[in-house]
């Protein structure tokens, strides 16, 4: 894992930890709702789209910028499970009518599968489109 790759997860986890401190000292979610995990995971993911050589660096690297989030978002739905507290994780518009059993489960699981299946996929597709604008940009050898 390279340096870059730490500084995301720490910006990531850094940035859920954020996020749950002001929700917890009465920040309205109208405005914890900006500082915001999934916008760090996008800048990684256009970044390690290009950056990362292989297709196994990028799936490599969307699991790694998905795992902060997801240990945030169940650690967060737990303590919202385990005090009744409610917290912003699990507010409505983030909830989609689930209970905060199957909200904290869907996280664990869509953590481990879907989620970060989803981030390699658009890596994917950044990288093609990348890749493919850098080849129209060459300059030909017969110009």
Do not use: C
């Given at each position: ?13 850094a ?5 749950f401190?002001l ?11 900006y500082?915001?995990?999934?916008g ?5 993911l ?47 518009e983030?909830s989609?009518g ?18 970060p ?7 994917e ?15 030909h050898?017969?110009?």
């Amino acid at each position: 894992m390279n340096k870059t790759m730490k500084w995301f997860i720490t910006a990531i986890a850094a940035m859920g930890v954020v996020r749950f401190v002001l929700n917890m000292n009465g920040v309205p979610n109208d405005i914890v709702k900006y500082f915001s995990m999934t916008g760090i995971i996008l800048i990684g993911l256009v970044y390690f789209a290009i950056a990362a050589a292989t297709h196994k660096e990028r799936l490599k690297a969307a699991y790694l910028l998905i795992m902060p989030y997801m240990t945030i978002e169940v650690l967060a739905l737990s303590y919202t499970w385990a005090t009744g507290r409610a917290t912003i994780f699990h507010a409505p518009e983030y909830s989609m009518g689930f209970s905060i059993a199957w909200h904290t489960f869907g996280h664990f699981v869509g953590g481990l599968t879907w989620e970060p299946l989803s981030v390699f996929l658009l890596m994917e597709l950044i990288w093609v489109a990348y890749d493919r604008g850098r080849l129209l940009l060459k300059p030909h050898a017969n110009a």
